[in-house]
């Protein structure tokens, strides 16, 4: 079973996460985008939107600190484990909160105004599932390990940040992640059906930047009050005009 869940279930969902967005941008260039609904209301939209944005910028790069620096780098650089733990539970909590609440707000938002609901498909409500199990369970594995350390204390940098990075590595060792809590494995288990279903979501968004605006040509705007001589300066006639 920890051969399972913790090496053949998640090379399956980044096979998938990899492939998919391959596909996807092959056969689907047309819907990589955001489905922006934003011309159908926007006083709950910029609300938010910047709120879960920039919360889960948080969140995202708290994940890539916590599980790709090792203990020893940051112990290197003068970090003790008490400021470390101090910094990733504040940031974290901070982080956390705003994704969360900017997501319910996008979700009421959803579903209360009608052309937004209308324009919401079944793969949008899945990944609002799972994107939220997500967050819940990262903030509950905060609170509940770190700040009140219930089922005893538990050093995610010494267990599930090792094995996340033997799984990069492609040398997974699945004991590291089942002695985890059962917190820590939900909360890896709902992030990897996540990146499954990415491909197919509107969150393909994330990887499209509009480099084109750098190289692209200036566009040309020509003034309506030309100086008379200049090019197109030749006054428009009147459609009521007589011909003549």
């Keep these: 079973m920890s051969t399972l869940l913790w090496v053949i279930v998640p090379y399956l969902c980044l ?35 910047p709120l879960f944005h920039f919360g889960m910028l948080g969140v ?44 319910v707000i996008l979700i009421y938002r959803r579903r209360t105004v009608g052309p937004v609901f209308s324009a919401t498909t079944v793969m949008d409500k899945v990944m609002y599932v799972f994107l939220g199990a997500a967050i819940v369970l990262g ?29 990069l590595a492609f040398q997974p060792d699945a004991e590291l992640m089942a002695e985890a809590p059962v917190g820590f494995k939900l909360h890896a288990l709902v992030a990897f059906g996540l990146f499954a279903l990415w491909p197919f979501t509107r969150l393909v968004h994330v990887f499209s930047a509009p480099l084109g605006y750098l190289t692209r040509p200036y566009i040309v705007y020509r003034s309506r009050d030309s100086r008379p001589g200049q090019p197109g300066s030749t006054p428009s006639r009147r459609g009521w005009d007589r011909v003549g």
């Design 15 to 49: 096979a998938v996460f990899v492939v998919g967005h391959l596909w996807r941008y092959r056969y689907d260039k047309f819907g990589w985008t955001t489905r922006s609904s934003q011309l159908y209301e926007d006083r709950l939209l910029r609300l938010g939107s």
């Design 60 to 103: 995202v790069g708290g994940h890539v600190i916590g599980l790709l620096v090792p203990r020893s780098w940051t112990a290197a650089v003068g970090i003790d484990d008490h400021l470390y733990h101090y910094a990733a539970v504040g940031g974290g909590l901070v982080a956390g909160v705003m994704a969360l609440v900017g997501m």
């Design 139 to 167: 903030m509950w594995n905060t609170i509940a390990g770190s700040i009140f350390s219930l089922g005893g204390e538990y050093n995610y940098r010494e267990g599930v940040s090792v094995w996340y990075r033997s799984f």
